[in-house]
């Protein structure tokens, strides 16, 4: 299926910004053919979108190439052979036109008019609000209000007293919820001073869940290691719901529903399963 094509709007104003035109089929490099041109491209593009007078996008490209193909997109980075070019800038806005974050990338590519862009090369993204973050990745796609940032990802989360985050993919919500997974490394701020690991981490405003293969090391060196631990940093409490172990300067706990202090050096359980020692 056909998609629509760009707004009227960016389409305008990529022809007023350094002349759109059609390249000429003579001298083609080899490889390249007709069908590998753009439709109409342009020069230090700086373009700026709307619906019912709210902004959606604001966007400065060293160049502009737009593709009206069975997938139609626009492309935004350097020209072809130009090795030095800026990034690319682009301001985001939310359905009523306020600001809420922003990307900077080496190449852009923007489809369905504008709803999805994907930014590659030393990509970073910032979402706005308490709870924002700043994500630098290989990859980002911003669609709707979520970011999704792939290959080698740190984040670093503003809000509940904060968390940098380091995972294959990480996706951030509208507010700075996240969700990373694929193995995920998160260094809690705030009370807790704590090094969480797990194949997946999600939260947001301070309280945060961990599955799978959890492992929490604590500033003074315990060691947390379940299937699921929560912190909250309100409360300023790691709870583990099911089985857990737990191993500090001389302590050795297995047990069930492990609550415990954010230094991990006072803590409860309701069962032990078979292994408690500690010294005075």
């Known amino acids: 299926m056909r998609r629509s094509p760009l707004p009227l709007v960016l389409l305008a104003v990529a022809l ?4 759109c035109t059609r390249r000429a089929v003579e001298g083609l490099p080899p490889g390249v053919s007709v069908e590998d041109l753009p439709d ?3 020069w230090n ?3 700026r979108t709307s619906a019912d007078g709210r902004s959606q996008l604001e966007i400065d490209a060293p160049y502009l190439a737009r593709y009206d193909r069975d997938t139609a997109y626009v492309y935004l980075g350097p020209a072809p052979g130009d090795t030095a070019a ?3 800038s682009i301001r985001l806005f939310d359905a009523e036109g306020a600001a809420r974050g922003a990307v900077r990338a ?3 590519r923007l489809f369905d008019n504008g709803a999805r862009v994907e930014a590659e090369g030393q990509a970073r ?4 609000g308490a709870d924002g973050a700043v994500i630098d990745a290989a990859r980002l796609t911003v669609e709707g209000t979520n970011v999704t940032a792939s290959g080698g990802v740190r984040a670093e989360v503003l809000g509940g007293g904060g968390a940098r985050v380091r995972a294959p993919r990480v996706t951030i919500r509208e507010g700075g919820a996240f969700t990373a997974s694929g193995g995920a490394e998160v260094e809690l701020s705030g009370r807790a001073q704590a090094t969480v690991r797990a194949r997946t981490v999600s939260g947001g405003s301070g309280r945060y869940e961990a599955v799978g293969g959890v492992r929490v090391v604590s500033s003074g060196g315990r060691t947390l290691v379940a299937e699921r631990v929560i912190w909250s940093e309100s409360a300023g409490r790691f709870s583990a719901p099911g089985a857990f172990s737990f191993d500090g300067p001389g302590e050795r706990v297995r047990g069930v529903g492990l609550s415990a202090t954010a230094d991990l050096s006072r803590y409860s359980f309701r069962n032990a399963t078979g ?3 500690v010294s005075e």
């Not at 007023?16 to 002349?19: N, P």
């Not at 993204?125 to 706005?128: D, G, K, L």
């Open 106 to 108: 080496r190449e852009v």
């Open 125 to 128: 993204a910032t979402v706005s």
């Open 86 to 88: 800026t990034p690319v």
């Open 40 to 42: 109409s491209e342009s």
């Open 16 to 19: 007023v910004v350094g002349g």
């Open 45 to 47: 593009a700086s373009l």
């Open 275 to 277: 292994e408690i020692e």
